[in-house]
């Protein structure tokens, strides 16, 4: 991978942030989008702007071509058995909360268990807090080591007779922790649980195969994959899908409607109501085009080479906390001591530093950890040693200023 060549396809890296050069170290919020995506979409907007699946004229055709294309690439990226399994929604947020609502009512009765972590995004535990609450099951939690990782045997004494629905991360926007989703969902399996998947931070950074991790249901965002922001996919096993009712209602999902009652067209569009993301759906394709042409495994090294770099920069600092495994994705989060996480995010976006600090939609997390909130730094393909090497300044420039007695 040639990083120049690479960055020139960002646009927006090359500006000054307070009269100093851009670092941009927040992907796992939000990735920066390359020219070709954005060309993409304004190609769509420019020459074939229209809806979808309904209209017979050329421009209307020419959009729904673009659309259902983007399916199938999505189906081909992730290796789903079928392009009816790939559900366009507004984000991991809306396709987990679909799951819980139209999955988790059907299946789940009371005393039933669901299964979820600690280490979750605020979007893989409301959901599944609400249907508990709803249908009078229980939320069990895997316990979690020192590091913020699983062993396999808390996973199968978490999971039981009970356990009727795993939902889990496949890896953590706070720890980085990667999660053995295959091996959890043969424990799920062999207790004759469902497993659903938190995959916002897994698909941009590493190779992702729904039928060989035999997941149920596996969710993630355009935005955090060089696509653009309201978009995600929701990938579902056709059977279940099948059986699932909609959330949603009107526009293509309909097949009938009389005065007083409706019925469904099939998959996907049972659950894709009203007009869809139609420009964004050819940006995500474009998007997937983009990291297929690097390649998964070349961006998962790469990414390895600047999180193992930066972890061995930071650990030479004394006052500096790190959270999560040795092993783990292209992130730190972490703790400058005596300096609040928020104060330390606007002293390095005074040098043009953009990190992320709060609580990272993790209370829980926070609580586990015993801190209130923390920072994090996050790297892409786009970002270099050298920004790191930046970012490591600016944390010595902010230690000093902190300490300093007035």
């Not at 059977?239 to 099939?266: A, C, H, K, N, Q």
């Not at 993301?277 to 790469?302: F, K, S």
């Amino acid at each position: 991978m040639n990083i120049e060549n690479v960055r020139k396809d960002f646009p927006i890296l090359d500006q000054q942030v307070n009269g100093k050069e851009l670092v941009y170290l927040d992907t796992s919020a939000t990735s920066q989008t390359p020219t070709p995506v954005i060309d993409a979409m304004t190609a769509y907007y420019k020459e074939y702007n229209s809806n979808v699946h309904r209209g017979v004229h050329t421009l209307g055709t020419k959009a729904t071509d673009g659309y259902e294309k983007a399916r199938m690439k999505v189906r081909s990226f992730i290796n789903a058995k079928r392009y009816e399994e790939i559900i366009f929604t507004r984000g991991t947020t809306a396709a987990l909360n679909l799951v819980a609502r139209s999955f988790g009512d059907m299946v789940i009765e009371p005393g039933d268990e669901i299964v979820v972590t600690e280490m979750e995004h605020h979007a893989n535990i409301v959901p599944w807090q609400e249907l508990a609450k709803r249908k009078q099951a229980e939320l069990k939690f895997i316990p979690m080591e020192a590091d913020g990782t699983f062993t396999m045997e808390n996973v199968e004494a978490t999971i039981g007779e009970k356990t009727k629905i795993v939902a889990i991360t496949h890896v953590s926007n706070v720890l980085g922790t990667i999660n053995d989703i295959k091996e959890i969902a043969r424990i799920a399996r062999k207790n004759d649980a469902y497993i659903s998947v938190d995959g916002a931070q897994a698909v941009p950074h590493m190779s992702v195969d729904v039928q060989d991790l035999d997941v149920d249901f596996y969710a993630f965002s355009g935005h955090k994959m060089l696509g653009p922001t309201g978009i995600g996919v929701l990938y579902g096993k056709s059977e279940l899908l099948d059986d699932m009712e909609p959330i949603e209602y009107g526009g293509d999902m309909i097949d009938f409607v009389d005065l007083r009652t409706s019925t469904w067209t099939d998959l996907p569009v049972k659950f894709e109501a009203g007009t869809p993301m139609i420009a964004e759906a050819i940006g995500l394709a474009r998007a997937i085009d983009y990291i297929e042409e690097i390649g998964p495994q070349t961006i998962l090294g790469y990414e390895q080479e600047l999180v193992d770099y930066a972890l061995e920069r930071m650990r030479s600092m004394e006052g500096i906390e790190i959270y999560g495994p040795d092993k783990r994705a292209g992130l730190i989060t972490f703790n400058l001591s005596d300096v609040h996480p928020h104060d330390l995010a606007t002293a390095l976006d005074s040098e043009g530093i953009a990190v992320r600090a709060g609580h990272h939609c993790a209370q829980p997390l926070m609580k586990w950890l015993q801190v209130s909130s923390t920072a994090r730094a996050s790297f892409y393909i786009y970002n270099t040693k050298e920004e790191i090497d930046v970012f490591i300044e600016g944390l010595k420039r902010t230690k000093e200023f902190f300490s300093y007695e007035f």
